[in-house]
T-cell receptor
Framework: AQTVTQSQPEMSVQEAETVTLSCTYD???????LFWYKQPPSRQMILVIR??????QNATENRFSVNFQKAAKSFSLKISDSQLGDTAMYFC????????????FGKGTKLSVKP | EAGVAQSPRYKIIEKRQSVAFWCNPI?????LYWYQQILGQGPKLLIQ????????DSQLPKDRFSAERLKGVDSTLKIQPAKLEDSAVYLC?????????????FGEGSWLTVV
């Protein structure tokens, strides 16, 4: 079975500090992609960052970076210099390669950035 | 580039009534998804299309939900008759496979409240 586990239902961080959200996943596939999506109260799912499983280098996107540990099937998200606008639900997800797959989501982590 | 378009954004109906949601994916995206997201949960796949064919509808409650993508472009999701537990956000998404790298982009979602 393909699963994604986010063990932190809620987290909070002070503005300008750094926070790390955890994610583990399970799949027997070798070709897959990992994502973090942000979902503000508007409920739109916004892509934050993507990691190709075949790449060893961790992806970065401005203040967002990941720690991808393929052997451990771990994919954590680090947010640096947290801003009030980062307050949202964050979902970890993956999709297998090819054109037939669909996103498997975790249950989400609610992040609150405090002034 | 235009994103995934969805309408209506909000809908309130009484139980046993019907409702339809429309989605137009990003131009050129062959794969389209409908997800249901109940408040406090991660999105759940309802149906996946590739062009005008169904790839996966295993979690679609077929006694009340139907979806079509007749010309392989835009899609409609219908619920008839609606139940209280159908209250959720319905997210449409499409798959980008540029350079054979998978990324899924979402629309703004359609909020449904069944009273």
């Amino acid at each position: 079975a393909q699963t994604v586990t986010q063990s932190q239902p809620e987290m909070s961080v002070q503005e300008a500090e750094t926070v790390t959200l955890s994610c583990t996943y399970d799949t027997s596939e070798s070709n897959y992609y990992l994502f973090w999506y942000k979902q503000p109260p508007s409920r739109q799912m916004i892509l934050v960052i993507r990691q190709e499983a075949y790449k060893q280098q961790n992806a970065t996107e401005n203040r967002f970076s990941v720690n991808f540990q393929k052997a451990a099937k771990s994919f954590s998200l680090k947010i640096s210099d947290s801003q009030l606008g980062d307050t949202a639900m964050y979902f970890c997800a993956f999709i297998i390669g090819g054109s037939q797959g669909n996103l498997i989501f975790g249950k989400g982590t609610k992040l609150s950035v405090k002034p | 580039e235009a994103g995934v378009a969805q309408s209506p954004r909000y809908k309130i109906i009484e139980k046993r009534q019907s409702v339809a949601f429309w989605c137009n994916p990003i131009s050129g995206h062959a794969t389209l998804y409908w997800y249901q997201q109940i408040l406090g949960q991660g999105p759940k796949l309802l149906i996946q299309f590739q062009n005008n064919g169904v790839v996966d509808d295993s979690q679609l409650p077929k006694d009340r939900f139907s979806a079509e993508r007749l010309k392989g472009v835009d899609s409609t999701l219908k619920i008839q008759p609606a139940k209280l537990e159908d209250s959720a956000v319905y997210l449409c998404a499409s798959l980008d496979r540029e350079n054979n790298v998978n990324t899924i982009y979402f629309g703004e979602g359609s909020w449904l409240t069944v009273v």
